[in-house]
């Protein structure tokens, strides 16, 4: 299971749709806030593969951790062109990566919203994440992604990471993501 997280408003619903293939997206689209929990069936490149990415309204954040049973993978998504938001947005993402439950997990900082001409740039948002002191302090594997909901950037990469996170740099944008992805597997199992 993974779990799409992240502060309220962040671009979490919008990412999710984009990622799931939904096309009637445009600048006129409009998101209702999520109160709940959505669910989205996301397809591998290839269609062999579905996966089920359950989104956490982050108005829900203070029970978040009623949902970390069973989850290999987290999304956070930050909205990067929001300064209010970020910081609190690092000090709730920690707040995550201490949590028991999540300590064997994948990471994927999202920084959403990088189509808006006043975002923050990548190397900023994670200065105002405090993202390198947060990588020295704990045990997980988190991958930056940069993204829009909006515009489809970063979201092939999103679901390159989705199906395939340890060979994700060298399968790159030609590789197939589930045939690595079960060599990557066989290669845990053979150990
Ligand atoms: N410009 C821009 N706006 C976005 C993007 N993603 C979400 N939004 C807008 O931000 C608001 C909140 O988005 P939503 O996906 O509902 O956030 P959630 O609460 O995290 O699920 C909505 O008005 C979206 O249209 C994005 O990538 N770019
Ligand atoms: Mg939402």
Redesign the pocket.
Same mark, same amino acid.
């Given at each position: 299971m993974c779990l799409c997280i #992240? $502060? +309220? !408003? @962040?671009?979490?619903? *919008? *990412? /999710? !749709?984009?990622l799931q293939g939904d096309c009637d997206i445009d &600048?006129a689209?409009?998101? =209702? $806030?999520?109160n709940g929990v959505?669910l989205y069936t996301i397809r591998s490149k290839d269609g062999h593969f579905d996966m089920v990415v359950r989104?956490i #309204?982050?108005s829900m954040a203070p029970i978040w951790k009623h949902y970390f049973d069973r989850v290999r993978k987290v999304i956070y =998504?930050v &909205?990067a @062109?929001n300064l209010c938001q970020i910081s609190a947005a690092g000090v709730l993402l920690y707040s995550l990566l201490v949590e028991p439950k999540l300590q064997h997990v994948k990471i994927c900082l999202t920084l #959403?919203? /990088? &189509? *808006?001409s006043y975002r923050q740039m990548r190397n900023e948002a994670l200065l105002m994440l405090h993202f390198a002191r947060l990588k020295r302090e704990v045990s997980q594997n988190i991958t930056v992604i940069e +993204?829009?909901? /909006?515009?489809g950037?970063g979201i092939e990469q999103l679901r390159n990471w989705l199906f395939n996170p340890e060979t994700l740099r060298a399968v790159g944008s030609t590789g197939n993501a589930a045939a690595a992805a079960a060599a990557a597997n066989a290669t845990i199992s053979s150990k």
């Open positions: #992240g $502060p +309220a !408003k @962040s671009g979490k619903t *919008l *990412l /999710m !749709k984009k &600048d689209y409009q998101t =209702v $806030p999520t959505n989104e #309204g982050g =998504v &909205d @062109s #959403g919203k /990088m &189509d *808006l +993204a829009s909901g /909006m515009e950037q």
